[in-house]
């Protein structure tokens, strides 16, 4: 019945400043925008994968978010991923690290403060043996 995680919503602050770090510093694409009935910009759409976007609404609110409220991209290479967004001018907020699942991660804070986790599937961990 559920095919999967379609999108993760976060309201943003400036909207050109985030599209830069998510479409110029991850990566990924700007998608498409949706517009509120009287015109008035409303959504953009960053497409991370197929099927998988994040929507990024206009009119957020600067402040801190709370680490528990993320969004987590598996990646391949955590060391190289790592990597390419340090030369791109990302600044890791905690360094790549071995969790108890057994999954190396590092996180990341976008312009707005939210926070977004890079995983490394270990062929053992909690995840890949359910």
Known sequence: MIKGINHKAFHVVNMERSLDFYCNKLGFKRAFELNQPNGEPWIVYVKVA?????EL?????EGVRDRAEHICFEVDDINETADQLKKKGVHLAEEISQGRALNYQFWVID????????????PESLHMRS
């Not at 197929?50 to 994040?54: A, K, P, V």
């Not at 312009?111 to 270990?122: A, C, I, S, V, Y």
């Open 111 to 122: 312009p707005d403060g939210n926070w977004l986790e890079f995983m490394e599937m270990h």
């Open 50 to 54: 197929e099927g998988c976007f994040i």
């Open 57 to 61: 609404f206009y009119g957020g609110v």
